[in-house]
């Protein structure tokens, strides 16, 4: 028996586990290009063993982050044909090519279905624009640097994203393609909303009924939108749509160190102090008017009936046993 995972696999793992590689999508890549090292590093000797390291290698890359739905749904685009393909009896090597064009599919159709949305979305801006963003995702990236590229000519407002601060790569990448960007502190949004045209944010999840899991602060901003009645849209791939949901999983936030907020000089003179680092958080479906995905443009409302055609109806129930957290 091998069941010794590729290195690549630990390192991609970490890289996941501290940010270095980071974003829903490439999160999702990452895992289904780890899934792929193993399936050509293993040792395995037989498919049965193949099999078992490709499991093995999936639960490391699931226990990553727990919040992008990206990440288990990438993993299970690759096994749940991996386990398809065993089944069927293919030997070891047959299995291993098979694997591998898997992953390389999953990032082919991830990588196709961002340049959809920015078709799509980059058809709701105009010219003269003020559009908000916050963090930094490359869907929504990938559409406002589209309808600059199409010759539409708005600006820019990127909220600088407390704690990793995530919005200074948004505003680079956004100036540096010519658009005009002002960066902001988090807590200017609402002192902006006013003048703002539309909103547009990623997403690490959408839930069965609509609702958006992003980065922390999106709700606000969400929130202040409505208030200004200023539209909120929302850029993401349908693999970012949690087939749990549908039987009523709530998505788990994740809570990362407190190191990302203070340093620890400042916890050790103050040792009776909490402090607490969700890093996402929940946009209700009536704060959205739409999301922008690979598919066509979608009301939140329809979010369950994208999961039905991903997944069919029932899809968390029939999920792989390895596959639930
Ligand atoms: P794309 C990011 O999370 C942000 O919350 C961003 O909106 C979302 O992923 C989607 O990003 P983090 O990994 O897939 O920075 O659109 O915590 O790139």
Redesign the pocket.
């Known amino acids: 028996m091998s069941f010794m995972v590729s290195p690549e696999v630990l390192r991609i793992a970490e890289d996941i586990r501290n940010?270095k590689i980071?974003?829903?999508?490439?999160?999702a890549r990452s895992a289904a290009q780890a899934l792929m090292k193993e399936a050509s590093q293993s040792k395995a000797k037989n498919s049965d063993e193949l099999i078992m390291d490709l499991t093995q290698a999936a639960r490391i890359l699931l226990h990553t982050r727990p919040t992008?739905v990206s990440l288990p749904n990438a993993i299970r685009y690759v096994m749940v044909r991996a386990y398809q393909l065993y089944e069927k009896g293919l030997l070891l090597e047959d299995l291993r090519s098979e694997v591998i064009k898997v992953a390389e599919k999953f990032i082919e159709t991830s990588k196709m279905a961002v340049k959809k949305i920015a078709e799509y979305g980059s058809k709701r801006i105009e010219d003269g624009d003020l559009v908000m963003t916050h963090?930094?995702?490359?869907?929504?990236c990938a559409i406002l640097l589209k309808a600059w590229e199409e010759g539409k000519r708005f600006e820019v407002i990127s909220t600088e994203t407390r704690p990793r601060y995530?919005g200074r790569i948004t505003a680079s990448i956004l100036s540096r393609a010519g658009i005009p960007v002002t960066l902001i502190v988090d807590s200017a949004a609402r002192f902006f909303m006013e003048k703002v045209d539309k909103v547009i944010?990623?997403?690490?999840a959408v839930a069965a009924n609509g609702a958006v899991v992003?980065?922390i602060g999106t709700s606000l901003i969400a929130l202040a939108a409505h208030e200004a009645r200023v539209n909120f849209f929302v850029?993401a791939e349908t693999y970012k749509f949690s087939p749990e949901t549908m039987l009523g999983s709530l998505i788990k936030i994740e809570e990362r160190s407190p190191l990302e907020v203070v340093d620890e000089k400042f916890l050790t003179e103050n040792p009776n102090l909490r402090v607490l680092n969700p890093?996402f958080d929940v946009t209700p479906p009536t704060y959205i008017d739409i999301i922008i995905t690979e598919k066509g443009v979608i009301p939140p409302g329809a979010a369950i009936l994208v999961l039905k055609e991903e997944f069919g109806w029932f899809s968390a129930v029939r999920l792989p046993e390895f596959l639930k957290f």
């Open positions: 940010m980071r974003g829903a999508s490439y999160i992008a963090c930094h995702s490359t869907a929504a995530q944010v990623g997403a690490d992003n980065k850029a890093v």
